[in-house]
């Protein structure tokens, strides 16, 4: 009988994104494989890995037109033709859906390089049209359904909302969330360079959107769900267009490469709950990945949790209970935008950056996304 394999060990080798900017703004004549493709070069370039080296490309990308963006983006980054590629979907949880999978086809002996991340256009997404198999004309739509129960598939707002009223979320609370967003984006945006691929097409250094936010104009901010509701524009992220990858590699590839400091894949898990509270499932994950390495949440020294609205955020750091003074310490989404396929890549590279920078320790990334979907990756550095 063949002795059972030990698991190889995963490594993120380098990590990088381009800024996020909202849709219609600084990088809206780029499709998804235009933002990709420049990220992903930076990302092998950086590492001296020679492009036949590498063995996938795995793309997270939500609102496209279908086909394979990521056989797309790896063609337009010249990577060899032998590579496959392969594009998910898991809406918002898929940039980081995309670096578990790279993880787990390392630990499985399958692969020993992979590229890892997302890419999403939000400003280039086709419009939606529903063929009437009668005849009649088609139905144009903005948002698939993700419950088969009307009453239990709300508008990501209305969602949010109903988090905060199941909570007992303030306005206030929500939108000291949001400047708080701002100004560590803002105190930080020279640090963030540093992660940031310039794009030739598009040149931008830093997140566009990060402002100086002060009460009196988070109190002016247009509520989403009636005048009486505490969602506003200004503690929702807006929709972005954005790309962020990470190089996932075996370990016994890294001292062939020019990295100082890998960090490693610890874990990553993805859980489901009731899909009119979004929001929630998040911290089921995180649950599930700090129990697999034997970690509490007194242990994480970094913490990235996405912030498509102030209350998810806020829902996923008090439930999983993590020191909101580790969280998004570089801003978070309200900040930057929501690049929906490519957001959880955004926050692998954020908190890929931010162990280095912290001297090491471990770390959690956590994303929720439509239809009661939550995904948490563990990495240590």
Do not use: K
């Not at 009437?132 to 993700?146: K, L, R, S, V």
């Not at 807006?238 to 075996?250: E, I, K, Q, R, S």
Request: with cysteine; proline share 9%.
């Amino acid at each position: 009988m063949r002795a059972a394999r030990t698991p190889a060990r995963a490594f993120i080798a380098t990590a990088f994104r381009t800024a996020v900017a909202p849709r219609g703004g600084a990088l809206a004549r780029l499709d998804a494989s235009e933002l990709a493709a420049p990220v992903m070069r930076r990302c092998l370039d950086e590492a001296g890995l020679p492009d036949e080296a590498l063995d996938e490309v795995v793309l997270s990308n939500a609102l496209g037109g279908g086909g394979n963006p990521a056989r797309l983006a790896l063609l337009r980054a010249e990577l060899p033709e032998r590579i496959p590629g392969l594009t998910i979907d898991r809406q918002c949880c898929g940039g980081l859906d995309a670096v578990i999978l790279a993880a787990r086809l390392i630990e499985s002996g399958a692969a020993q390089a992979v590229l890892a991340g997302g890419a999403e256009s939000w400003s280039r997404r086709p419009i939606r049209l529903r063929v009437d198999p009668d005849g009649g004309p088609p139905t144009p739509y903005e948002q698939p359904p993700f419950a088969p129960w009307p009453e239990r598939d709300p508008p990501m707002h209305e969602a949010a909302e109903a988090l905060a009223r199941r909570l007992g979320l303030t306005r206030a609370e929500q939108d000291a969330w949001t400047r708080r967003s701002h100004h560590a984006a803002l105190a930080e945006r020279a640090r963030l360079r540093d992660e940031i691929v310039s794009i030739p097409e598009a040149p931008l250094e830093a997140d566009p959107y990060a402002r100086r936010l002060t009460p009196r104009l988070l109190a002016r901010a247009r509520p989403l769900n009636g005048p009486d509701g505490t969602v506003t524009a200004a503690n929702a992220a807006p929709a972005a267009d954005g790309a962020a990858f990470v190089l996932v590699t075996a370990e016994r590839l890294l001292t062939r490469l020019r990295v100082a400091r890998p960090v490693r894949v610890l874990a990553g898990a993805s859980r489901g709950g009731p899909p009119e509270l979004p929001g929630l499932a998040p911290v089921a994950a995180i649950e599930a990945v700090l129990a697999e390495i034997g970690a509490r949440p007194a242990d994480l020294a970094a913490a990235e949790i996405m912030e498509a609205y102030a209350a998810q955020a806020i829902a996923c750091q008090r439930g999983a209970r993590i020191d909101p003074s580790i969280v998004n310490r570089g801003g978070g989404a309200l900040a930057r935008g929501h690049p929906i396929g490519a957001s959880g890549a955004v926050l692998a590279v954020r908190l890929t950056h931010e162990l280095r920078r912290s001297g090491g320790g471990t770390g959690v990334a956590a994303i929720a996304a439509a239809g009661g979907v939550g995904t948490a990756l563990a990495l240590e550095a």
